[in-house]
């Protein structure tokens, strides 16, 4: 009966995340700018929200089955407006299909991450540089978003330099073995998703309270390759991520997930991706929780939502900005 109680604690505590996720990170109206750039079909949204013109740009990235609004909300809460109070310049992405980007993901979405990085990424970067110049930027990226940025740099150049990259609860692999990451990841993520995909066409992960935002299903299944696979190769033409990383100067990288995070950001996994990534570079690696000082024992999504993260964890990226300015 333990094992059994035990296990159906789980399976709750894995719907109210989803719940969570799908309630702090849905598409709003928000206190900044919005920006469209049009890439082909789609019509990406990109929110600026100024706190000094001449500051430092800060881009940001959201991971899968979320949008932009895990960094933002209509009452100025969220780590963007923050960043902004303080001078920062920040640029948050609605990848294609996602928040206000439109068209909205369904059965026709027939693209993958390749598309993301190969024609969105670069035109979102190259808004920025027409509206900043060639200023030096910070890439921030949540979760998948951080994978995402790393693989950009992996293959393509970016139209200005990158001062440094901060990412909270990024892993690329999971491969840290745990009965919640089994309901969570083998389960849910794995099983369900599959079914849901080849039931829908795509991932409709709104309509199942798996996240704020739906995936197509080449996103779907490309993402979860990369997170099951040793192997960091790109789906189309088997380009080896993690050797061209390896072999590149990175921008020095903040890495913050939460002692909490037993799954989606377990540290394990997180110091596997920054291994993964070649050690040459300067990168810092922080679980936010009470044994290292902070208030709480954050988890994957409150790392950048919980009331507390303003005075406890968003100061800890300002300063790493701030050094690398």
């Not at 303003?310 to 900005?321: I, Q, R, S």
Request: a neutral charge.
């Amino acid at each position: 009966m333990p094992l059994v109680n035990s296990f159906f604690n789980i399976l709750i505590n894995t719907y109210l995340i989803f719940v969570c996720m799908h309630t702090n990170s849905k598409d709003r109206a928000t206190p900044g700018e919005s920006i469209y750039v049009q890439v082909g079909e789609q019509r990406l949204h990109l929110m600026r929200i100024c706190g000094n013109e001449q500051g430092a740009p800060v881009f940001m990235v959201h991971g899968s089955i979320e949008n932009g609004g895990i960094f933002y909300s209509d009452s100025g809460k969220g780590l963007a407006p923050w960043l902004a109070s303080r001078g920062f310049d920040v640029f948050v992405t609605d990848l294609r299909g996602r928040g206000k980007s439109t068209p909205k993901v369904d059965a026709g979405a027939d693209w993958g991450l390749r598309e993301i990085l190969e024609q969105d990424f670069p035109a979102m970067l190259q808004e920025i540089v027409k509206l900043r110049g060639t200023v030096p930027q910070h890439w921030v990226g949540h979760s998948w978003g951080g994978v995402m940025a790393l693989a950009y740099l992996g293959r393509w150049q970016t139209p200005a330099p990158v001062a440094s990259l901060s990412f909270f609860g990024t892993k690329r692999r999971l491969a840290t073995w745990n009965l919640k990451k089994m309901v969570m990841v083998d389960g849910a993520w794995s099983s369900m998703g599959e079914a849901l995909t080849r039931l829908y066409g795509y991932l409709p992960a709104q309509k199942w309270k798996m996240g704020s935002d739906d995936e197509s299903a080449r996103s779907y299944r490309e993402t979860h390759k990369w997170v099951v696979e040793k192997e960091w190769l790109d789906p189309r033409d088997g380009f080896d991520y993690a050797k061209a990383l390896k072999q590149q100067a990175l921008p020095p990288a903040l890495y913050l997930t939460g002692a909490d995070d037993k799954v989606l950001g377990n540290a394990v996994d997180v110091h596997r991706l920054i291994q993964e990534t070649g050690v040459d570079q300067e990168n810092q690696l922080i679980v936010a929780g009470k044994q290292s000082g902070f208030r709480h024992n954050y988890g994957h999504i409150n790392l950048l939502t919980h009331p507390d993260a303003p005075k406890d964890v968003f100061p800890v990226l300002e300063e790493w900005l701030r050094q690398h300015s």
